[in-house]
């Protein structure tokens, strides 16, 4: 149903400058991934790619076609020639022809080998699969959790919008009654409007996390989507027990890491397929020839082969083995990288921990509680307007910081996860 969402103050978690048309989707952060497993078109291709990959291993596995040749026809009446019995009817006494079959035999394994590359790249289309979901999924969880910051955020200044709103109604009548000072009324007001500069700021932001989520899930324009999950401190406690299991299972299981010893054994396969290849192949043939010798019908066989007296295949062979040592050396650099990485995400993610410990719920709702003490005062004027706005700016600086606290803990989560490999 189409819905027309304007800019209303006392709506908690959005609030649009303009009025706009459009769908709105809730969904939660698990259903969305499952739309996401199930929609992205990159995933999709992926997986058609390891499609055709298997159709050039069944590819492989077939023989080269036999080749006939027909030759040495005449189309024409030829004379002063041997009598020959007829082919077909009476045609056939004064004809010649020759008809061959020939069969090229891959030596040295070649089908074989090739056969066995081909699997071997089937299993590299696997693992850059497993690599493209590996990044999507980042970059997925990662768009959600700003799209909950914001949707938070949104919801605070929209709160204090609504609150500021009415305090500023009622300092107009108590500055048109003469109660008060036109300053402090405009202290009011401009508060109200940076809270609302702000909350824009948000909106815009919400737009571009918007456009990459409803990519990531083949979603159309006229939607917009709302994550149902707040934020919440991601599960496990780890130990520096888990880090060195981490790091040893990366060199095994990370999709990266694999694909590099993927790309290590297609080089080795190669070198055998490239040696394989200063053999050469046979090819046997059998002939039946009309006319064209002593024998008025002769059938013969033959064979043929390249001679490998000036090419051997050395420069491939010296390149294949070039390529050998450079994968070698860079599925090396990945386990370096990959340690690396777990390590340094694992204490960014030990320290942003640390401090959300400090955070914990009481602290928030004390400050929610303090905020309704003070706005409470402020009517009853039992304390002034300069104690209200400082203690205001303090509870959003902390509001803030308790967002974006836990926002970074859940990123840095997530980047344990991706370096890692796996969800944890």
């Not at 948000?202 to 990531?216: D, G, R, V």
């Not at 803990?409 to 344990?416: D, G, K, P, R, S």
């Amino acid at each position: 149903m189409k819905k027309i969402i304007f800019t209303i103050l006392c709506i908690p978690l959005f609030a649009y400058a303009s009025a706009q048309v459009s769908d709105t989707v809730k969904i939660s952060r698990s259903e969305a991934e499952s739309a996401f497993l199930e929609r992205n078109i990159d995933l999709i291709v992926r997986k058609l790619e390891i499609s055709q990959a298997e159709a050039r291993v069944l590819q492989a596995k077939y023989w080269p076609n036999p080749t006939l040749t027909v030759d040495e026809v005449n189309l024409w009446r030829t004379y002063d020639i041997e009598a020959q019995p007829a082919l077909i009817g009476n045609w056939g006494k004064s004809s010649q022809i020759s008809v061959q079959i020939e069969q090229v035999i891959k030596t040295a394994g070649k089908r074989r080998k090739n056969i066995e590359l081909q699997k071997i790249e089937v299993d590299g289309e696997k693992y850059e699969w497993q690599e493209v979901l590996r990044e999507l999924k980042k970059l997925l969880r990662n768009t959600m959790t700003e799209m909950a910051y914001n949707q938070e955020l949104q919801q605070l200044y929209a709160s204090q919008i609504s609150s500021i709103t009415k305090l500023a109604a009622s300092y107009k009548n108590q500055l048109n009654a003469g109660n008060i000072s036109k300053a402090e009324y405009i202290r009011l007001k401009a508060q109200e409007v940076e809270f609302r500069k702000k909350q824009v700021s948000l909106q815009q932001e919400a737009e571009e996390h918007q456009t990459e989520l409803k990519a990531l899930l083949m979603l159309p324009a006229d939607r917009y989507v709302i994550i149902t999950d707040s934020l919440k401190q991601p599960p496990g406690d780890f130990s520096e027990l888990d880090l060195d299991r981490w790091i040893a299972e990366s060199a095994e299981n990370r999709p990266d890491i694999l694909l590099a010893r993927n790309q290590e054994k297609q080089a080795l396969k190669n070198l055998e397929i490239q040696n394989a290849l200063k053999t050469p192949d046979l090819t046997f043939s059998v002939g039946y020839d009309r006319g064209g010798n002593i024998m008025k019908d002769f059938i013969g066989v033959g064979v043929s082969l390249d001679l490998p007296i000036f090419d051997r295949n050395k420069g491939n062979i010296q390149d294949a083995r070039i390529e050998v040592d450079k994968t070698a050396y860079e599925t090396r650099k990945n386990i370096v990288k990959s340690q690396n990485e777990i390590s340094s995400v694992y204490q960014n993610y030990l320290r942003t921990k640390k401090i959300s410990a400090e955070l914990d719920d009481d602290y928030e709702s004390t400050l929610d509680s303090l905020l309704v003490s003070h706005e409470k005062n402020f009517r009853l004027r039992n304390i002034s307007m300069l104690e209200y706005m400082d203690f205001l700016e303090t509870f959003i600086d902390n509001k803030i910081i308790i967002l974006d606290t836990r926002k970074e803990l859940n990123e840095y989560f997530e980047n344990l996860q991706y370096v890692v490999g796996k969800d944890l």
